[in-house]
């Protein structure tokens, strides 16, 4: 469990690092928009599901979190 809570705490804090250029290079720099709203759901949402896979890889729990990932795209979707 502890592991888990880790691996979600070290993808939230790579994507705070990774949010403000990756959308600024979209948007640019300035007034926070509706534009850079929708982007950062946009962008940052395929990228977080990444760095997730990546360190539950990394810290040995890659099974638990890609069943996770595919529990939450069959939520997107609306398939079952």
Same mark, same amino acid.
């Given at each position: 469990?502890?592991?888990?809570?880790?691996? *979600?705490?070290?993808?939230?804090?790579?994507?705070?690092?990774?949010?403000?250029?990756?959308?600024a290079f979209f948007v640019g720099e300035g007034e926070k928009?509706?534009?850079f709203t929708i982007l950062y759901l946009i962008?940052?949402?395929?990228?977080?599901?990444?760095?997730?896979?990546?360190?539950?890889?990394? *810290?040995?729990?890659?099974?638990?979190?890609?069943?996770?990932?595919?529990?939450?795209?069959?939520?997107?979707?609306?398939?079952?």
């Amino acid at each position: 469990m502890v592991i888990i809570l880790i691996v *979600f705490a070290c993808t939230g804090t790579t994507i705070l690092f990774l949010k403000k250029p990756v959308v600024a290079f979209f948007v640019g720099e300035g007034e926070k928009s509706m534009l850079f709203t929708i982007l950062y759901l946009i962008l940052i949402l395929p990228i977080y599901n990444l760095f997730l896979l990546i360190y539950g890889f990394l *810290f040995g729990q890659f099974a638990f979190f890609w069943e996770y990932e595919k529990k939450f795209f069959r939520r997107i979707t609306g398939k079952k």
